[in-house]
């Protein structure tokens, strides 16, 4: 099994709609958790911290699922510029930060 | 605020050649650096990591090798290119605090 798994898509979806994705991890001593954005051929970005709580950034949501391993990612309202690959990144334990990232999952919006 | 640059930013190489990217970052001291690979439709390799100078960790057995000769310069070498080089080589940066790593512009290589 995989140590970091995400449904590649596409996922195709007009505007205004709202789309999820999911993420999960295979080491239940996972830390921390991330979501970033890759448009083509750019690097990584950023996106946001999921935290236990969860939380949320305009119109983003990310949530943490401890008891079934997995982590998402909600997108309402979507927008033109919302098309992107969405990848999902867990941090295990360890000394020196390592972080491993899902393959992706790539996000189309529809006019 | 803190940048991490790379260059260049594209590369095209013959088989054999040798290799060396470069990456620096501004704005912080004593950072992580990662060097990572993503093939095309391909995720991120984690290839090389490093939490101070001189000290550097491989991920994955390869022909290729990185340095760190100051605390913000990383940089990626080989001797001797390989077809399956070819790919995005990202740079990376964390605070040594925290967990989220912030990524350079990257440099595309193709080896032919």
């Known amino acids: 099994r995989k140590e970091v798994e995400q449904d590649p898509g596409p996922f195709n979806v007009p505007e205004g709609a709202t789309v999820a994705f999911n993420c999960t991890y295979s080491?239940?001593?996972?830390?921390?958790f991330f979501w970033y954005r890759q448009d083509c051929r750019k690097e990584p970005k950023l996106l946001m911290s999921v935290y236990s709580s969860g939380n949320e950034d305009g119109r983003f949501t990310a949530q943490l699922n401890r008891a079934s391993q997995y982590i998402s990612l909600l997108i309402r309202d979507s927008k033109l510029s919302d098309s992107a690959t969405y990848l999902c990144a867990v941090t295990f334990s360890g000394g020196y930060q390592k972080v491993t990232f899902g393959t992706g999952t790539k996000l189309q919006v529809i006019p | 605020s803190q940048t991490i640059h790379q260059w260049p930013a594209t590369l095209v190489q013959p088989v054999g050649s040798p290799l060396s990217l470069e990456c620096t970052v501004e704005g912080t001291s004593n950072p992580n650096l990662y060097w990572y690979r993503q093939a095309a439709g391909r995720g991120l390799q984690l290839l090389f990591y490093?939490?101070?100078?001189?000290?550097i960790s491989s991920e994955v057995p390869q022909n290729l090798s990185a340095s760190r000769p100051q605390d913000r310069q990383f940089i990626l070498s080989s001797k001797k290119l390989l077809l399956s080089d070819s790919g995005f080589y990202l740079c990376?940066?964390?605070?040594?605090?925290?967990?989220?790593?912030?990524f350079g512009p990257g440099t595309r290589l193709t080896v032919t």
């Open positions: 990376a940066w964390a605070d040594r605090r925290f967990y989220e790593q912030y």
């Open positions: 490093s939490v101070g100078i001189g000290q």
């Open positions: 080491n239940s001593a996972s830390q921390s």
